[in-house]
């Protein structure tokens, strides 16, 4: 089946500095790919879309100058999260579909734990 | 996007039927259903996805009514290892599915 590759699974850094996340389509091309994050006990909060070639569209309330998002190729989409503070401590999953049709079901990565200092 | 009510949590012991339902009241003609599964620490996984009357897999049965306004994922005989959350989306079939969680149903297995 299809499968997105996320890393890394866990991170973590000081306040201030920079954090780079990748998402990879191991088996199969994608044009879109999804950011969302996820606090403890909560459900997932779509951050952005990912576009391949193009720039990312970001959801209301989401900083798009402190999460950078990069998708430059058909298999990756980077997310940068710039000047990390403790509140953006969480975990960050990424997803992408698979099929053409918009239909498809989204498949995700395993997510990245990042703890901020 | 149609929203979506689930049950915040639900129990059960192994080896029972477990019914999750799902409501979206506001589903549109060129909505899809689809549920996802999700451990601690992990991403969602695909359970199934449907867009009306029954679709079973290897895993679940996903039922939806004629009128489409709510639906249920039936998990035969669960283990301790379906303790999990599980959400119920909606999403139109016009572009790429941007989907948006709702609260999700957790359920937990006992033995």
């Known amino acids: 089946g299809a499968v997105v590759s996320q890393h890394p699974s866990r991170v973590i850094c000081k306040s201030g500095t920079s954090v780079k996340i990748e998402c990879r389509s191991l088996d199969f091309q994608a044009t879109t790919m999804f950011w969302y994050r996820q606090f403890p006990k909560q459900s997932l909060m779509l951050m952005a879309t990912s576009n391949e070639g193009s720039k990312a569209t970001y959801e209301q309330g989401v900083e798009k100058d402190k999460f950078l998002i990069n998708h430059a190729s058909l298999t990756l989409s980077t997310l940068t999260v710039t000047s990390a503070h403790p509140e953006d401590s969480s975990f960050y999953i990424c997803?992408?579909?698979?099929?053409?049709?918009?239909?498809?079901?989204?498949?995700f990565g395993n997510g990245t734990r990042l703890t901020v200092t | 996007l149609a929203k979506t009510t689930q049950p915040i949590s639900m129990d059960s012991y192994e080896g029972q039927e477990v019914n999750i339902t799902c409501s979206h009241n506001?589903?549109?003609?060129?909505?899809?259903i689809t549920w996802y599964q999700q451990f601690p620490s992990q991403g969602p996984r695909f359970i199934i996805q449907g867009y009306k009357t029954k679709v079973t897999n290897e895993v679940a049965s996903l039922f939806i009514p004629a009128d489409r306004k709510s639906s249920t994922l039936s998990l035969p005989r669960v283990s301790l290892s379906d303790t999990a959350v599980y959400y119920c989306l909606v999403a139109s079939n016009t572009g790429f599915q941007k989907l948006v969680f709702g609260t999700g149903t957790r359920l937990l297995v006992s033995p």
């Open positions: 997803s992408a579909a698979s099929g053409t049709g918009s239909n498809s079901p989204l498949h």
């Open positions: 506001n589903i549109a003609t060129n909505d899809y």
